[in-house]
């Protein structure tokens, strides 16, 4: 169990910040957004007394602004495994949220997402920071979520406008959700909190916990902590969830060096499609732990549950016991992953991706829906048949994140990359591919 204070060195194991150039265009760009948000005409009515948009059309007193971002992950071992506390491989990437904030003199919390909306939330509600059924699977969930947290921690919360934007893709596997929690999280803690805008938040940990609350209380979707993580730590990590609170290891992964391209394979199905489906896997592997006397089956031993396989399958049926096996020895796997990349060993690594990719779809059965249509519409399933197919042995694929869609990540060789992008986007009909990094700065906000 770990239990001392949170000791992190953002720049580790993380590239360099993006570029100036990069930071500059997103400024301009939320810049006017802001501006076209929160510039309109005096209004007196509360929000909640009046139509939603009202809140926006209140004069507002604005303070300094805070830049806020936070990258989106790629999921490189261990699929369904850190809700039930395994191990993963995590990585934060170069695809990002971004927003920018101010206090604004009113009692109201005003975000203008792009593409997703406006939320007003009516800080003179006493119970405000209680969660809304109606804004279950929404991002005013979210910014309420991490709100409430911050309150919940100490903070004081105040008004403020904030407007977003985003080159992380929804929907597609790469934790835009969590990505956009941990730069809300950032952006109240350098707006609200008592030591003022920093670099990164005072403890990256707490804050990925308190976005994987907000995830399950307030939008709905419950699972593990491990894009939280990956989000606002940064670079590529080893991530154990056996404690109370999870341990951040950094891992040597340069897949370049080693010849290789990680490449990310857009189903073009959203994945947040299937909640229900994604929110069976953590609680089918809960039902196995729960009849063997636990509350996860990380705190089951894996010699426990394979001498009561019988028992498992003959109560609780054939999937939910698949699902278990699949998470004993996915974690077997994170590990002798994470040997193969200590002792530079690549080829060792895929290996086991390959493996991995392969258990998520025959026995965590992860990849395509199970619902009506899932017989003619497997499109995951189908990237995945394409990805085996071009590459062999000679690379690896699996479905990433929580599947039912969302991406395909792929290794391949940094000879083929050419060839085998212009073939799956000439198979699937459309722009598919995608070449990531891996490594990428954690969550940060500064004030401008």
Known sequence: MMSEPWEWEPAANARAEASDVVVAAMQARLEERFAAAFGGALGSARPDAVPRDAAFARRASHGPRVLASAPGRLELAGNHVDHQGGQVISAAIDERLWGLGARNGLDVIRVSMEGFGEAAIDLSDPSWDAPRPAERGTSAALVRGMAAA??????HVRGFDLATAANVPAGAGLSSSAAFEMMVGAAIEALLGAGGASAVPADPVALALAGCRAEGAYFGKGSGAQDQLASACGGVLLLDFAGERPQVSPVPFDAAAHGYALVLVDSRHDHSFHTDEFCAIPADMRAVANLLGAAR???????????SLRQVRHELGDLRALRALHYYDE????????????????????AAARVSGASSAQFLQSVSSHGEGGRAHQPAMAILG???????ERGAWRIHGGGFGGSV???????ELDGFTAAIDEMLGYAACSVVEAGAPGVWAREL
Do not use: I, N
């Open 386 to 392: 394409l990805c085996s197919h071009l590459l062999g």
């Open 150 to 155: 911050f309150a919940a921690a100490g903070g």
């Open 297 to 307: 089956l990380g705190d089951v031993p894996p010699e426990r549950f394979f001498a």
């Open 331 to 350: 974690v077997a796997r994170v590990a002798d992953q994470r040997l193969a990349l200590d002792l530079g060993d690549f080829r060792a690594f895929l």
């Open 409 to 415: 990540l792929a290794f391949v060789p940094t000879g």
